[in-house]
């Protein structure tokens, strides 16, 4: 992936388990523990969160 792909995908409102794999690199089973995880995270923090999106600002500070 380029710079500029990532500066593209990091710009979007809300990151879904495709946007997560690109990002990191991992496969389904550990791109969707992983997004597990951080919704746990953002959950008890507070946030109501979309079924299957995560904020990309938060993933993007996550990792």
Do not use: F, H
């Amino acid at each position: 992936m380029t710079a500029k792909e990532t500066l593209d995908l990091i710009s979007k409102q809300w990151c879904d388990l495709n946007d997560l794999r690109k990002l990191t690199g991992l496969g389904k089973n550990s791109a969707s523990k992983l997004k597990s995880g951080i919704r746990i995270s953002l959950l008890n923090k507070g946030y109501q969160l979309p079924s299957k999106l995560l904020p990309m600002n938060e993933v993007v500070n996550y990792l």
